[in-house]
């Protein structure tokens, strides 16, 4: 049987967020196809207990585990040499001469990469099989806009990232034979930034429609109305989105709902976020095992991100469970659905407040809005569906 080497940045077990979802369910469609070896970082002690219980069948199973404190380091020493740190806090040498081992491989015919620091490993060889890499979303752009946020000195880390991270994509697009990308939007914005002769897909994002779906019930209590927010908490677009929420929206929404509840979900809140616990109606969850638990919850989804590339996920899985869900422009574009039909857009606070309020206020429209989400979900974005593309690319 032909083999595949699936090279992941991070373990994408559990499959409950980001990149660690879309790389799950690539790595289970070429486990069908390939006998598969994966190859990955472990950046969370959490993910430890998870490497015990991967759902997969795997020729082997290779991980490097460094806490992020250590990482961190990595990144001033490439910071001092001129390397992208992206690459320097994902690339360990205890697993190059492993992947070296795999590549020599008479059968091995595909390396796969998720993500754009796991191509290190690829680079530093001469493997002459099928290379593929799943970019997901133009990363030296999210640094950029990291950077127009952010003070000094970061504001200048951040852009001199950008810079240095957009050289390596231009690397990854010479030496590998397919690049992947989750929108349209970010493909294009890709091959603006980055020329390249490589032949660029789109592969959409899916959602688990077993898994999130509209008649889930919440073992939780429900107090009043309830406003939900899910996504990791120490990753800084969701903190900036929802310290920006909590600024400049939830007052509007408060004085005019007053028993409204907010629920922030998401693991490793940072300490601005964690603040937002004492204040009236909002609660701060940290880590939860099942988010289903709260989105079941919720009268409307709130997604205020004011950074966002590709596809976001949570508003994904809020629309398969049936929940009208208010976001930004920024965060909203790509998705295959109609505002105003499927979702609500605001592209201000008065705005974003005045369409929550409505929601609250008229339990109908977000019923109807609910449903049309769910029906968009099932429409476009079914994982089988999307991954099928892919046999397109593979050898």
């Given at each position: 049987?032909?083999?595949?080497?699936?090279?992941?940045?991070?373990?994408?077990?559990?499959?409950?967020?980001?990149?660690?979802?879309r790389?799950?369910?690539?790595?289970?469609?070429?486990?069908?196809?390939?006998?598969?070896?994966?190859?990955?970082?472990?950046?969370?002690?959490?993910?430890?207990?998870?490497?015990?219980?991967?759902?997969l069948?795997?020729?082997?199973?290779?991980?490097?585990?460094?806490?992020?404190?250590?990482?961190?380091?990595?990144?001033?020493?490439?910071?001092?040499?001129?390397?992208?740190?992206?690459?320097?806090?994902?690339?360990?040498?205890?697993?190059?001469?492993?992947?070296?081992?795999?590549?020599?491989?008479?059968?091995?015919?595909?390396?796969?990469?998720?993500?754009?620091?796991?191509?290190?490993?690829?680079?530093?060889?001469?493997?002459?099989?099928?290379?593929?890499?799943?970019?997901?979303?133009?990363?030296?752009?999210?640094?950029?806009?990291?950077?127009?946020?952010?003070?000094?000195?970061?504001?200048?880390?951040?852009?001199?990232?950008?810079?240095?991270?957009?050289?390596y994509?231009?690397l990854?697009?010479?030496?590998?034979h397919?690049?992947?990308?989750?929108?349209?939007?970010?493909?294009?914005?890709?091959?603006?930034?980055?020329?390249?002769?490589?032949?660029?897909?789109?592969?959409?994002?899916?959602?688990?429609?077993?898994?999130?779906?509209?008649?889930?019930?919440?073992?939780?209590?429900?107090?009043?109305?309830?406003?939900?927010?899910?996504?990791?908490?120490?990753?800084?677009?969701?903190?900036?989105?929802?310290?920006?929420?909590?600024q400049?929206?939830?007052?509007?929404?408060?004085?005019?709902?007053?028993?409204?509840?907010?629920?922030?979900?998401?693991?490793?809140?940072?300490?601005?976020?964690?603040?937002?616990?004492?204040?009236?109606?909002?609660?701060?969850?940290?880590?939860?095992k099942?988010?289903?638990?709260?989105?079941?919850?919720?009268d409307?989804?709130?997604?205020?991100?004011?950074?966002?590339?590709?596809?976001?996920?949570?508003?994904?899985?809020?629309?398969?469970?049936?929940?009208?869900?208010?976001?930004?422009?920024?965060?909203?574009?790509?998705?295959?659905?109609?505002?105003?039909?499927?979702?609500?857009?605001?592209?201000?606070?008065?705005?974003?407040?005045?369409?929550?309020?409505?929601?609250?206020?008229?339990?109908?429209?977000?019923?109807?809005?609910?449903?049309?989400?769910?029906?968009?979900?099932e429409?476009?974005?079914c994982?089988?569906?999307?991954?099928a593309?892919?046999?397109?690319?593979?050898?």
């Amino acid at each position: 049987m032909k083999e595949a080497l699936f090279l992941a940045h991070r373990l994408p077990f559990p499959p409950n967020k980001g990149e660690k979802l879309r790389a799950y369910h690539f790595l289970r469609y070429i486990t069908q196809r390939y006998a598969t070896h994966l190859v990955c970082h472990i950046d969370e002690e959490r993910d430890l207990e998870a490497a015990r219980h991967i759902d997969l069948p795997l020729v082997s199973f290779s991980y490097h585990f460094a806490p992020r404190r250590q990482r961190k380091r990595r990144c001033i020493t490439a910071l001092l040499k001129g390397t992208s740190l992206t690459v320097a806090y994902f690339y360990d040498p205890k697993l190059q001469d492993v992947v070296e081992k795999i590549l020599r491989s008479p059968e091995l015919v595909l390396v796969f990469c998720s993500c754009a620091p796991s191509a290190e490993y690829v680079l530093k060889t001469n493997f002459s099989g099928t290379k593929i890499m799943d970019f997901m979303d133009v990363d030296s752009e999210k640094w950029q806009d990291y950077s127009r946020y952010i003070k000094s000195p970061l504001r200048w880390i951040y852009a001199e990232e950008a810079r240095r991270h957009r050289h390596y994509e231009g690397l990854i697009a010479q030496k590998f034979h397919h690049l992947i990308f989750v929108t349209e939007q970010e493909a294009q914005l890709f091959c603006q930034k980055v020329p390249t002769q490589c032949p660029v897909w789109v592969v959409e994002n899916g959602v688990d429609l077993k898994r999130f779906y509209p008649e889930y019930k919440s073992p939780l209590p429900k107090k009043g109305p309830t406003l939900v927010f899910t996504g990791a908490m120490d990753y800084w677009p969701n903190v900036q989105g929802i310290c920006w929420f909590r600024q400049k929206v939830w007052p509007l929404i408060q004085k005019a709902v007053p028993n409204v509840e907010l629920l922030i979900v998401g693991k490793d809140p940072l300490p601005e976020v964690k603040r937002l616990s004492h204040e009236p109606g909002i609660k701060v969850t940290g880590y939860v095992k099942d988010p289903r638990d709260y989105l079941a919850l919720a009268d409307v989804s709130i997604i205020p991100l004011q950074i966002a590339r590709g596809i976001q996920n949570k508003i994904l899985e809020a629309m398969a469970m049936g929940k009208p869900v208010v976001t930004t422009p920024l965060a909203a574009q790509g998705l295959k659905a109609i505002p105003g039909r499927d979702l609500l857009v605001a592209e201000n606070p008065p705005k974003f407040a005045e369409q929550v309020i409505t929601l609250l206020k008229d339990p109908l429209l977000a019923e109807k809005i609910g449903k049309n989400a769910r029906l968009t979900m099932e429409k476009h974005y079914c994982w089988t569906k999307n991954l099928a593309q892919l046999e397109k690319l593979l050898p």
